[in-house]
């Protein structure tokens, strides 16, 4: 335990030096900002004024921060490997169970301060321009973006530690991305759609992608009617029930965490450093 | 309080470490010999636990391969190129590994006192030039006082000066009641340093046993550049009398002589007292090659 706190905070004070926490949270407060401002501008500011920006934040995090979490997820392993300094840490009194975990904790800490200073910032500045009536909604998306960047590190960090180099991590990490964001919807959504268009293979192909999983819950936590999300809201309405939707989503995106973590610390323990 | 039986260690289908076996005592060095490629590296890694291998290495009783943590606690291990994270400063290393190690914040300050590397406390790893890195290395390998110190090839790159500290502190950590092992492909440093070689050729025990027998039967070989004033026909043959079967051949000014370490010093003295004015002269080591393992296990 102790030693994965060490490396948790190498990794924390790592993500403040080189600056790329900071300049996440940037970027997050810079495009939650001006998707507000475009809204304003269009007289949409208001009372529904985080609700709108909190929608369109949606689809830009849903590419962001996955291609964020995958790269910084990939590199770090890869990058220690290559750099020679993994054999470095693992000739000390350290398992790699508990540097795996570290660096993932560690990892995951930074991209959550990232999104809280980001988003924070933005939600502040906007609380201050506009009634306050959705921030609730705004809160979960940010919520939602976490449990996103945790699942999607997870995943970058099995990439990583199959990975002789950072290149090749990151490499792998961005086909991972591609197929996730954008060849996912065409390919398994298609396929089902194709092989049946019940609500249930709609459902089963959305637990199967975590930004799907996101997605799905982002609108069902913004809109009362699911009319919207067609055949799979439908039965998720009649079928499941809002609730057991929910839960069966929020079950699917623990297992992304889970079990490419598990399948990490399995790999990173029988693999030579 | 190190024991190693039956290691064995394949990469693909090349073996690169084919059922070693040894043991090492507190107050005991063991030099692992042999050419590159002969699997010193391997052993080591083996050793600290940083490859899987088949076969038992124990540190103070615990199994490297069941509890790879434990056994780790008990060695400090300075590798060939020592790897640290290059955009952290010295003081930042130190305590960092001072952390992972359970060792307190006032131990690593000494330790970076020790290395020489305190007016540097504050530069960047990836600052210090490669000696200094050696050094900030070597600190870390003792930071906790371990019982077990695994070297890989500390003198490599070193100077002659750093050679002889590097002996000295080899010797000084032997007379505390550590057990040192460390890996060499520089056979005149064997004598000095160990109590037993260990030689490995392609991943196979071809010698253990005490350091000086295996010193008496093996032939490092050095080079001698001799520059020399006149007389150079004389001059090759009294070398031939001293070192025969050494090599004479010459380049530029210099006469190169490829002879056993052991004949270099008679060769340079016998031909100032025949008369042969040696205007200047130099010395290679020749690292440890297949020729001289041949002959080891031929002496065995």
């Known amino acids: ?273 | 309080m190190l024991t190693a039986s039956g290691l064995t260690k394949k990469y693909g289908s090349q073996t690169a470490l084919d059922g070693v076996a040894f043991e090492l005592s507190p107050g005991e060095v063991l030099a692992v010999i042999g050419p590159n490629g002969a699997g010193k590296t391997t052993l080591i890694k083996c050793l600290v636990g940083l490859v899987k291998f088949h076969g038992k290495v124990t540190i103070d009783g615990i199994d490297v391969a069941k509890d790879g943590r434990a056994a780790r606690a008990k060695i400090g291990y300075l590798p060939q190129n020592p790897a640290l994270h290059a955009e952290m400063t010295v003081s930042e290393t130190a305590l960092f590994y001072a952390d992972l190690k359970r060792v307190s914040v006032g131990r690593a300050r000494e330790a970076v006192e020790a290395a020489g590397l305190a007016e540097h406390a504050d530069k960047r790893v990836g600052a210090l030039s490669g000696g200094m890195r050696q050094r900030l290395a070597l600190a870390l390998a003792l930071l906790a006082d371990p019982p077990v110190l695994i070297f890989d090839e500390p003198v490599a790159g070193l100077d002659i000066t750093a050679r002889l500290e590097l002996r000295g502190l080899v010797l000084d950590q032997r007379a505390a009641g550590k057990a040192v092992l460390l890996s060499t492909h520089w056979l005149e440093d064997v004598p000095y340093i160990a109590d037993r070689a260990l030689v490995l050729d392609r991943g196979r025990t071809s010698y253990l046993g005490a350091a000086a027998d295996f010193a008496s039967v093996t032939a490092p070989l050095s080079r001698l550049y001799l520059r020399l004033n006149g007389r150079t026909p004389d001059a090759v043959g009294l070398i031939e009398q001293i070192a025969p079967g050494g090599l004479i051949d010459r380049t530029g000014d210099w006469l190169v002589v490829s002879c056993r370490a052991s004949d270099k010093a008679r060769v340079v003295e016998h031909l100032v007292v025949s008369g042969v004015h040696v205007l200047d002269f130099r010395v290679e080591d020749s690292p440890v090659d297949g020729a001289s393992f041949r002959h080891a296990e031929g002496g065995r």
């Open chain 1, 1 to 273: 335990m102790r030693e994965t706190s060490v490396i948790l905070r190498k990794e924390l004070r790592d993500a403040f030096r080189s600056r790329w926490l900071l300049a996440f949270a940037a970027t997050f407060a810079v495009l939650a900002l001006t998707l507000s401002l475009v809204q304003g501008s269009s007289g949409d500011l208001g009372a529904q004024g985080f609700n709108r920006t909190t929608a369109g934040l949606i689809n830009l995090c849903l590419l962001l921060v996955p291609l964020l979490a995958l790269v910084l997820g990939a590199g770090a392993i890869a990058g220690e490997r290559e750099r020679g300094t993994l054999a470095t840490l693992l000739s000390q009194p350290i398992s790699p169970a508990q540097l795996v975990l570290g660096k993932y904790f560690g990892l995951v800490l930074a991209v959550w301060m990232a999104l809280a200073l980001g988003f924070g910032a933005a939600g502040m500045l906007m609380a201050l321009v506009s009634p306050v009536t959705d921030v609730t909604h705004y809160m979960l998306f940010v919520v939602l973006s976490a449990v996103l960047a945790a699942a999607m590190l997870s995943v970058g960090l099995l990439i990583s530690v199959f990975s002789d180099g950072r290149l090749k991590a990151l490499s792998v990490a961005i086909v991972v991305w591609f197929l996730l964001v954008l060849l996912y919807d065409l390919g398994a959504v298609g396929l089902a759609l194709s092989v049946s268009s019940s609500g249930r293979s709609l459902l089963l192909v959305v637990l199967g992608n975590p930004i799907e999983a996101v997605r799905i819950l982002a609108i069902m936590s913004l809109e009362s009617d699911l009319d919207i999300l067609g055949p799979l809201g439908s039965y998720v309405t009649n079928e499941v029930g809002r609730g057991t939707g929910v839960a069966l989503l929020s079950a699917a995106l623990a297992a992304w965490i889970a079990v490419p973590l598990a399948a990490t610390l399995h790999f990173a323990a029988s693999r030579d450093a």
